[in-house]
């Protein structure tokens, strides 16, 4: 998880002053937008409605609501699939879905504060809504919506506070549980997608087809998607957003099997905003050949035993690196949560890498260069302004990415509170960014890999060019370590003898030792676009690194499967039957 161009943020509207009136959790005004925004949404102005109606009520309850928000998001996806030569889908879809928060209490003391062990008492909500303008149907859903999840945020108050009583707190659990933020105001234009599938049809039927050259290939899918998504917000604090995103992505994938059973899969994705951006014919065939040549290459690669000992990450497998092993635990929820291991909690303002590598997480930025990043957003899914943030100023620890979940020290949001449709907001990366300062060409730094290699009596290090992904543990009830999975592996022999590839790898090891382990870094930074899965769903993400040499690196062996390839050449490829 990549010189860079930064995209501006639209232009807010601050209603703090108004809020500043209002000492009482009574809704704000709705603000009026500035000269070159769009107009807002019937469905904004409907939303906006219900909540004035609803929030004077349930302020004045028992337990009182201070903090209610409404979320619906408006999706338009279109889809192509083709596998093998021929088509096997293409369809559109369109989708709303309407997301409530209440929150009972205070801001110091709410439904969803956490003790010890303890469950959150709202894990996912939301319900699917009419893709009509219809006030009134709109209106009811919001109103339902509010009733089930009040009701249900004033009982588990009672329990929380019942629980406080009889469990003991850690410093990090005393922060409050929101964080106050000022409220903003923004309409930006609404988006929609209209891709003709018909051209892509022939496309994916294409680009799968060239594919059926390779007997080792036993599958292929090509995958084009379109998704235009608007986004509606309001909240009791004055808030109220309207923004929309398009993306486009194109996916190749292809399987193979070694004979050992081992299976080999080789992916490259294409990410555009712009309809004119899309790849042509040319690249998108030339980019299949490389992976061909790559899955045929490691189909009859041998296996590399399990290994500690230097190697080299090139850019894009250095950002799923540190997307794993740093990104993760610098979310700031996990700071707090006392099952999680919370490796970083107590570490700001210590080093934790080495003094020439800084981290920042800048989901502002749209692209670098002309490639498209797929980890920007214009607000979060809590209604915060984007932010770049310094993670890490020059091997120290300075700042955890923040959703409006406070910690101790951290009393704001910065931005990051993410969320996959239909789960809670919680702290996410976007687009994480590593920066060095002790850099060399990556020419050098191969050679600084063989002198490394040389300097421990090695045989051999690795050069580790690409990484599927990979997951980590950061519970407390389990090891703090991490696992990332190579698809394409090296053996780089101190001797000078050409490269090897190997195949049946994946890395391991624990974040403290393994951040403090980078001897250097290339100058040319690399982009992995991906999607994250972690508590929230999954969200879409980007990392930027240069490629690193690590003085020491621990692999161990790949699980794989005991079923051999297939007994039968394939129909294409059988030249006897063929003759039959």
Sequence with gaps: ?????????????????????????????????????????????????????????????????????????????????????????????????????????????????????????????????????????????????????????????????????????????????????????????????????????????????????????????????????????????????????????????????????????????????????????????????????????????????PYAGPALLTGRATAVFFHEVFGHRSEGFRQKDINEGQTFARKVGEPILPSFLSIYDDPTMKTIGKETLLGYYPFDDEGTPAERVTLVDRGILRNFEMSRQPLTGFPRSNGHGRRQIGAQPVSR??????????????????????????RQGKQFGLLIDDIAGGFTFTGRGQPQAFQVQPLVVYKVFANGQPDQLVRGVDIVGTPLVSLTKILATGDTPEIFNGYCGAESGSVPVAAIAPAILISEMEVQKKETSTDKPPILPPPAHDVKGARQ
């Design 429 to 454: 990366q976007g687009n994480l960014i590593v920066q060095s300062s002790l850099a060399v060409t990556n020419a050098e730094l191969r050679k600084k890999l063989v002198e490394e290699i040389k």
């Design 1 to 305: 998880m990549k010189t860079f161009t930064l995209a501006g943020l639209a232009i807010l509207v601050s209603v703090n002053a108004l809020a500043a009136k209002k000492p009482v959790p009574v809704p704000a005004p709705l603000a009026v937008a500035e000269q070159g925004q769009a107009a807002p949404s019937p469905v904004l102005v409907t939303m906006g409605q219900e909540l004035d109606r609803e929030m004077p009520i349930l302020s004045k309850a028992s337990p009182p609501a201070y903090f209610i928000n409404y979320t619906l998001t408006s999706t338009q996806r279109a889809e192509v699939m083709g596998s093998n030569g021929a088509l096997l889908s293409s369809q559109e879809s369109r989708a709303r879905w309407l997301e409530t928060q209440v929150r009972v209490g205070s801001y110091d003391l709410d439904n969803t504060h956490k003790v010890g062990n303890s469950a959150p008492t709202q894990t996912s909500y939301g319900v699917s809504v009419p893709i009509e303008d219809d006030a009134a149907v709109l209106r009811r859903a919001m109103w339902l919506q509010t009733e089930k999840q009040f009701t249900s945020a004033s009982q588990g108050l009672i329990k929380i506070t019942t629980s406080k009583e009889v469990q003991a707190q850690t410093l990090e659990e005393h922060a409050p549980d929101f964080s106050r933020e000022q409220p903003h105001v923004f309409y930006g234009p609404e988006v929609s997608v209209h891709p003709d599938r018909k051209p892509w049809e022939e496309k994916v039927r294409l680009y799968t087809h060239a594919f059926r050259a390779s007997p080792q290939i036993l599958n292929s899918i090509v995958t084009f998607s379109a998704l235009g998504e608007n986004q509606y917000q309001v909240n009791s604090e004055g808030t109220r957003l309207q923004f929309g995103q398009i993306h486009y992505r194109l996916e190749l994938f292809i399987q193979g099997k070694a004979p050992d059973g081992m299976d080999i899969n080789r992916y490259f994705n294409f990410d555009w905003t712009n309809p004119a951006d899309a790849p042509d014919d040319k690249t998108v065939l030339a980019q299949g050949q490389v992976l061909r040549k790559e899955l045929e290459a490691l189909v009859a690669a041998p296996l590399v035993e």
